[in-house]
């Protein structure tokens, strides 16, 4: 580029001295000129950065400096030389001088990895046996962590060992229940030792748990023992340790069952010095009272006393489920059965001798049938809390049931004795006689304490029966015997009076509706005479009824009707004028019995069907003497009426 520069000025003045030689074509010169003119400088990177170079020093353009132009830019590159290699000089003595450095540490190097191997050589007998009592050391360490993993899972801590091995008289906690459980599962778990080649080391530790288990439930049944002797209070607390203790000692059934039979023990002697207190000393402060103080009421005395028993059975139960809430072994619903009964076994003989003397003293039907719904409600009540009907207070109750019940139906069978050996005659009025009404009153309080009852439906319509049985039956002998001398229509009277006043008792009730169908159908047989009682009665004073029986006995061999005795014409006439008058006011004949009835529905009943009874007659009369074979002249001037007619005038 210098040159090339260096060679323009003389181009140019070539070029402007020789301006008057024609050009030609191929004159080099002319080629170069042309090469330049073309050339395009912006594009020409190299060129531009050389003409920038060269505007540094090249200031003044004049013919001087265009000359001297080449050698200024020697000198220039001169320059430049001489201080690049003043530099290199300085870069090669430092090159020189680290060459020296890493020739020294190439020699340390050298010389160190030298004593290494020396060294090396010297210590590879310690180095092995290094080595091999690292890996000895590693193996020792896993070892003693298996040996200590497998005592830590098939071993007790020395804590655990010091609480399961307590002093005698120290209380459970829970920490103990814990150690148990542990001991348990390290009793489980040693099994599988005994499956592999550890079997000496499974028997040992499984022999050894063994015997701290049976120490340690030892030790839990004595502590459990003395805390269930100490429930000896009305109101006992059941410790959430206790409940844990007996949940534990279910895994041996018979120290299990002694803890179980201690704890009845104990509170059956709370629950019979509880009843002793309830009936001589009363509640705290004297509320409630004694129920002895009540014993002149038998009903209140007896149903205090119950009550009582009930809810001291309902606590006892609440007390053995909260001891019993861990247990699950089966069967302990039996087991729970079981101390109930024997925890209230002993207030039966105190209550039976109580019962006894109030049944014995005999307080009346009334009242016996009411002890006897009473016991058996609480036998039914209590029943369903203890979940068995063998307990010895269900036993005892039932015996009093069964012994009121016995006393109650004695004293209805007395009742109808005393009935019958003193047979009352039926008043005037045909009513009901006293014994009658004092029955039934009997009859109907016994059957409202039936009803007010608590006892189940079942239950009590077996007994219904029974009562009923053993009262309405001698009374409805009573009456029949009572009305035996009476006449017909007196009789009649008189049975529906009582009968009807025995369904009107029983109306009431329920469970009465076969007894109630029974009366109906006697009512019934005893209307069926007063009916035709009524009838004859009416047909009688009406001057029908010698007429009617003729009618009813004649028979063709008599001949005509008119030929018989006072069945003439004239005799016919007479007795339908009183017939007349009959149905002018057919209110006025009526029997003085039917005023006695007492109900007003079966007196209308009566006059009504006998009405029908004497319309039917005089149909018969009508259609016998308007008949041609017995031979009545002018039968419509005897009989003005037709039967349709005399029926309309009666209904």
């Not at 499956?195 to 839990?220: C, D, F, K, P, S």
């Not at 004595?222 to 279910?250: K, Y």
């Not at 803890?259 to 207190?277: K, N, S, W």
């Not at 007395?414 to 009153?441: F, I, W, Y």
Request: proline share 4%; glycine share 4%.
């Amino acid at each position: 580029m210098a040159n090339t520069k260096e060679e323009s000025p003389v181009d140019g003045s070539t070029l402007s001295s020789n301006s008057n030689v024609p050009s030609q074509p191929n004159n080099p010169l002319s080629r170069k000129l042309n090469k330049i003119l073309e050339t395009r400088l912006d594009n020409d990177k190299e060129m531009l950065e050389a003409l920038k170079a060269l505007s540094v020093f090249f200031t003044e353009n004049s013919l001087r400096t265009r000359r001297n132009l080449r050698g200024d830019i020697e000198r220039r590159s001169l320059t430049i030389n001489e201080e690049f290699a003043r530099i290199f000089k300085e870069v090669k003595e430092e090159l020189e001088s680290v060459h020296e450095d890493v020739q020294a540490m190439s020699t340390c190097c050298e010389e160190m990895t030298n004593r290494l191997k020396a060294a090396k050589e010297q210590t590879q007998d310690l180095i092995v046996k290094t080595n091999k009592l690292q890996g000895e050391n590693q193996r020792l360490e896993v070892r003693a962590q298996v040996a200590q993993a497998f005592l830590a899972k098939f071993q007790l801590s020395s804590e655990e060992m010091a609480t399961l091995r307590r002093a005698r008289d120290a209380p459970v906690t829970e920490d103990f229940f814990k150690v148990l459980s542990r001991v348990k599962h390290i009793h489980e778990d040693v099994k599988i030792l005994l499956r592999t080649n550890q079997q000496t080391a499974g028997l040992e530790i499984m022999e050894q748990m063994a015997v701290l288990q049976e120490t340690a439930y030892e030790q839990l049944y004595r502590w459990a023992q003395n805390e269930c002797r100490g429930l000896t209070q009305e109101t006992c607390d059941i410790s959430p340790v206790l409940t844990q203790a007996m949940e534990a000692l279910q895994d041996r059934p018979v120290l299990y069952k002694y803890t179980l039979d201690e704890f009845g023990t104990a509170r059956r002697c709370a629950v019979v010095r509880g009843f002793i207190d309830a009936l001589t000393r009363g509640g705290p402060g004297g509320t409630p009272r004694p129920i002895e103080m009540h014993s002149h009421d038998p009903l209140r005395y007896v149903g205090d006393m119950l009550a009582w028993l009930h809810q001291a059975t309902a606590s006892e139960k609440e007390h053995l489920e909260a001891l019993l809430k861990q247990v699950t072994l089966q069967g302990v619903g039996e087991n729970m059965q079981e101390v109930v009964g024997h925890i209230t076994e002993g207030v039966c003989r105190p209550l039976k001798v109580r019962i006894e003397q109030v049944i014995v003293a005999e307080p009346g039907a009334v009242l016996l049938y009411k002890l006897s719904n009473l016991l058996k409600f609480y036998h039914h009540t209590i029943r369903s809390i203890i979940g068995t009907s063998v307990a010895s207070l269900l036993i005892t109750i039932e015996e009093m049931h069964l012994l009121s019940k016995k006393m109650f139906f004695n004293s209805l069978s007395l009742h109808a004795s005393r009935l019958m050996d003193k047979v009352e005659l039926p008043p005037p009025d045909l009513g009901p006689t006293a014994s009658l009404n004092q029955t039934l009153s009997l009859l109907r309080e016994v059957l409202t304490s039936h009803d007010s009852s608590v006892v189940p439906l079942d239950a009590r319509q077996a007994d219904f029966a029974q009562v009923l049985s053993c009262i309405l039956d001698p009374l409805l002998q009573l009456c029949t015997v009572s009305a035996s001398n009476l006449g017909t229509a007196d009789m009649a009277t008189y049975m529906v009076n009582s009968l009807y006043v025995m369904k009107t008792t029983l109306a009431l009730f329920e469970f009465t509706d076969k007894r109630l169908e029974m009366l109906e159908f006697q009512i019934e047989a005893h209307l069926d005479t007063l009916i035709n009682e009524q009838a004859s009665y009416v047909l009688t004073r009406a001057g029908l009824s010698y007429i009617y029986n003729c009618v009813q006995q004649h028979t063709a061999e008599q001949g005509p009707l008119s030929l018989l005795p006072s069945m003439d014409s004239s005799s016919v006439k007479a007795a339908m004028v009183q017939f007349d008058r009959y149905l002018s006011s057919p209110d006025t004949l009526m029997m003085p019995q039917l005023n006695f009835l007492l109900s007003a529905a079966i007196k209308e009943q009566i006059f009504r069907q006998s009405t029908e009874l004497v319309c039917r007659a005089y149909g018969e009369v009508y259609t016998a003497l308007t008949s041609p074979a017995n031979t009545y002249t002018d039968p419509e001037t005897l009989l003005p009426r037709s039967p349709q007619q005399v029926q309309t005038l009666l209904s």
